[in-house]
């Protein structure tokens, strides 16, 4: 199992940006994946996540309403549609795959320390 995530960018506040996390090997429907920022000296943190069997979703109180998370089972990609993007947005982002059908549960509960897979991460920035 591989993920890349991809699209990040430079941006000006309140301007937005998609980001990719594109999956390759076996990955079922009943897996979930998880989208995650790690600001310059501060810890990773969770974004959101998705079930990638009914694509329900959960996101972290610092993006509702801001951040939408959707995939296409048909070309193995997840996205993170980034809107009104904020300067504290700034970070890496990374996504990671749950492969477990508790996955989504795990990852909306906010328990990521078990996840062994992890994507490269793509910066942000946004800055004027």
């Known amino acids: 199992v591989q993920l890349q995530a991809s699209g990040g960018g430079l941006v000006q506040p309140g301007g937005s940006l998609r980001l990719s996390c594109a999956t390759s090997?076996?990955?079922?429907?009943?897996?979930?994946i998880g989208w995650f920022r790690q600001a310059p000296g501060k810890e990773r943190d969770p974004v959101g996540c998705?079930?990638?069997?009914?694509?329900?979703?959960n996101y972290a109180d610092s993006v509702k309403g801001r951040f939408t998370i959707f995939r296409d089972n048909a070309k193995n990609t997840v996205y993170l549609q980034m809107n009104s993007l904020k300067p504290e947005d700034t970070a890496v982002y990374f996504c990671?795959?749950?492969?477990?059908?508790?996955?989504?549960?795990?990852?909306?509960?906010?328990?990521?320390?078990?996840?062994?897979?992890w994507g490269k991460g793509t910066q942000v920035t946004v800055s004027s």
């Open positions: 998705i079930s990638l069997g009914d694509g329900t979703t």
């Open positions: 990671a795959l749950d492969p477990d059908v508790r996955g989504y549960s795990r990852l909306a509960s906010g328990i990521y320390d078990h996840l062994e897979y």
């Open positions: 090997g076996f990955i079922l429907d009943y897996y979930a």
